[in-house]
């Protein structure tokens, strides 16, 4: 996804810095995303082999974590960057981490898909957590854009979503309740239904906390504990949704 410039400055490399530190956190957001899609699928075929690769690829996350937090301490070493520029290196400080802990989310569904992959598979086939799936993929996607395009619009909208995902989430929990009321001998794999489920509703949670971040970048306004509807009214003069 293309990147909107953010600003112009005398150094060129000082600009290259910036820009490539946002770049990595796409890069990050990227295998991220892969990562979710993959553990989602391996749970919904029985797939062991791609739980197994999702289960490795963490590392790939967690090294690109630590490398991009280290070229963000050293511009803050070397440039001693304020207001706007200080924003964006601790914007992306920020992103990195939830993104660090949506991979983690990750492989947590794909060790409940391996984990899974030996149980009897219900009818449904996992259509609750293929549906929750989907719609935490595409929160974190449309933040990842957002962020790229610096559209605080967007990132209300995706902010937005993490409702939705919370009702589903509940939805979901009722339904594996019952399951386990109705047949105790589907506790086992009910389980670890509900831990996928509950790993999918945090990765909306970090989805949203990306978009926050955002905001902060582009606006100076930290919005982490203000609802959706007073920032629209503060940031948006009220052209957000209702």
């Not at 820009?19 to 391996?42: C, F, H, P, T, Y």
């Not at 070229?71 to 920020?94: F, G, M, T, Y």
């Not at 999918?200 to 905001?215: M, T």
Request: a negative charge.
């Amino acid at each position: 996804m293309p990147m909107e410039p953010i600003h112009t400055h005398i150094s060129r490399q000082y600009n290259t810095e910036l820009e490539e530190i946002r770049s990595r956190v796409l890069q990050m957001g990227g295998l991220v995303e892969r990562q979710i899609d993959q553990a989602i699928n391996a749970l919904v075929r029985g797939d062991t082999a791609l739980g197994e690769t999702v289960i490795m690829d963490d590392t790939k996350v967690n090294r690109l974590e630590v490398t991009i937090d280290e070229e963000c301490q050293h511009i803050i070493a070397r440039r001693q960057p304020a207001a706007s520029d200080l924003r964006l290196v601790v914007a992306v400080i920020k992103t990195i981490t939830d993104l660090e802990r949506i991979g983690d989310e990750a492989e947590k569904i794909a060790r409940m898909a391996v984990s899974l992959a030996g149980e009897e598979r219900p009818k449904n086939n996992y259509a609750e957590i293929q549906t929750l799936g989907q719609h935490v993929r595409q929160m974190v996607h449309d933040a990842l854009d957002a962020f790229a395009r610096l559209d605080i619009e967007a990132a209300l909208r995706v902010a937005r979503e993490d409702r939705k995902v919370d009702q589903k989430y509940e939805g979901v929990m009722r339904q594996m309740i019952t399951f386990m009321m109705e047949d105790p001998r589907t506790i086992s794999r009910v389980l670890n239904v509900i831990w996928a489920a509950r790993a999918l509703e945090r990765i909306g949670d970090h989805a949203r906390n990306i978009c926050e971040y955002l905001i902060y970048l582009v606006k100076g306004k930290d919005v982490r504990h203000i609802s959706l509807d007073q920032v629209e009214r503060e940031i948006l003069g009220g052209r957000g949704e209702q």
